[in-house]
């Protein structure tokens, strides 16, 4: 749920430069407004399409991953919530035999799960229950047939997108080994919409990387290979233990801009065709058109964006790619950009490219951050939902941040997208104050 933990807040921890020198980053540790880790499933769910994420919490977790994706489900579920309630306290025991009767019932219903992940959370009961045990417990069980895991969707330890992190650091050690005499690989790792997985791997192939992967992949029996000879590209800025459990097994990051915008997408790209070794006019002839058309779509819309003001709030780290596209591609000015985590090594191109002097701030003082948007007067605000009613009825525009991570922004034939997502709170403000109303107006 979205849910304000209460911590005390402390006046502005610290003020210090961030990778490109200059940029002030205001630290903060206070009150703050996020979706838990749970929220991944939504999309987790999605990508790995024989994998079931079994919640391990409470009547609230339920409600939480019901009301966030009920509206998405089409067929059978691949999620649901174990209930470990109040009769579960009388002992540890108990709580036990309780999960594994749930997924005894659920794993005999559904064959076609090949993967179960068990989800923690953060009622007391669930986090004095070992999911790790349990998780071997029922492999043993089921193996071969199905492979248990587990991770921490809990609000105490995640936010929002770190969710996927645990997700796949917890996946990381099945990965099979890639064997140190085979050919170099390419993994591009997070999750991203088929429809641009498939766009990028067209584009590696094209310029003639085809030993490429991605992670997670699309069925649990299709884990790629890691090991010392494969390179990975972050396709989203949220994974730094992901990266750090790859590493441990050998991979080596290919740093890189992360592909939001023609900017972006070309840089990200482009660090993989160096790291390939691919010659500088054979990638620019295997991008230019798509990169052409996507900079056209974009160059129609940004002019509803260009001289706007913006403000971020921390929620999905997302910000910095995201800012640095409104700023150098939009011609937005960035008011603040606000990060749950600021992960200096993985973002050091991005905060290279921002404008110098932009002001970033890590972690979360609401009360604070929302008197320093106030004062800042943006024309648009990108936030959670549990911010952007309030602010919305204050009179200002606000974009959730959630939407950016549910929709497929990356890449080239993206980018407009991504405008238009920017354009449309905006557009939609300006009709709700027009002195007639239309019929019909669009979220
Ligand atoms: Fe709420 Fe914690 Fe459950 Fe998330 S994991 S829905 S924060 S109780």
Redesign the pocket.
């Known amino acids: 749920?979205n849910?304000p933990i209460p911590l005390q807040a402390i006046p502005i921890a610290t003020v210090e430069a961030a990778g490109c020198g200059e940029t002030p980053v205001i630290r903060e540790r206070g009150q703050r407004e996020v979706?838990?880790?749970?929220t991944g499933i939504i999309w987790l769910h999605r990508k790995i399409q024989d994998a079931f994420f079994l919640?391990v919490?409470?009547r609230?977790?339920a409600?939480?991953?019901q009301s966030a994706a009920g509206v998405m489900i089409f067929a059978e579920p691949r999620f649901a919530t174990a209930i470990i309630d109040d009769r579960d306290l009388a002992g540890l025991a108990d709580a036990n035999e309780e999960l594994d009767r749930v997924v005894n019932r659920l794993l005999e219903r559904r064959p076609d799960i090949k993967m179960l992940f068990l989800v923690g959370?953060?009622?007391s009961e669930v986090i004095k229950l070992d999911l790790s045990r349990a998780a071997e417990r029922l492999t043993r069980q089921f193996a071969p047939r199905v492979a248990v895991l587990n991770y921490s969707?809990?609000?105490?330890e995640t936010t929002f997108t770190q969710g996927e992190d645990a997700c796949l650091t917890a996946l990381v050690p099945s990965l099979p080994v890639l064997p140190a005499t085979a050919p170099a690989e390419l993994l591009i790792v997070g999750t991203l919409a088929d429809i641009v997985e498939d766009q990028f791997l067209r584009l590696f192939k094209a310029m003639g990387i085809d030993r490429v992967a991605a992670f997670p992949p699309r069925r649990s029996t299709a884990l790629p290979a890691v090991g010392p000879n494969t390179r990975f590209l972050l396709a989203q800025p949220f994974l730094g233990e992901t990266a750090r459990a790859l590493e441990s097994r050998g991979a080596t990051r290919i740093a890189a801009p992360f592909p939001l915008g023609i900017e972006g997408t070309t840089l990200w790209l482009k660090a993989a065709a160096d790291a390939w070794g691919i010659d500088p006019s054979c990638f620019e002839q295997t991008i230019a058109s798509a990169r052409d058309r996507g900079q056209q779509a974009v160059d129609r819309q940004k002019s509803h964006l260009e001289g706007k003001t913006i403000f971020f709030f921390p929620d999905s780290q997302l910000e910095v790619p995201l800012a640095r596209f409104l700023s150098r591609e939009c011609g937005m000015t960035l008011a603040e950009v606000g990060s749950p985590y600021l992960h200096k090594q993985h973002l050091s191109e991005e905060l290279a490219l921002l404008p110098a002097g932009t002001q970033l701030s890590e972690g979360q003082d609401v009360e604070r951050q929302l008197d320093r948007c106030r004062d800042a007067q943006p024309d648009m605000v990108v936030c959670g939902l549990g911010l952007a009613n309030p602010l919305e009825s204050e009179g200002i525009t606000t974009k959730w941040s959630i939407e950016l991570v549910f929709s497929p922004i990356q890449g080239f034939d993206q980018a407009a997208d991504l405008v238009e997502l920017f354009t449309r709170p905006l557009r939609r403000r300006a009709l709700l104050q027009a002195p007639s109303l239309p019929t019909e107006v669009t979220s």
Not at 35 to 38: K, P, R, S, T
Not at 153 to 156: A, K, Y
């Open positions: 749920m849910k979706f838990c880790g749970l919640v919490g409470s609230t977790c409600h939480l991953i959370s953060c009622p969707g809990s609000g105490i």
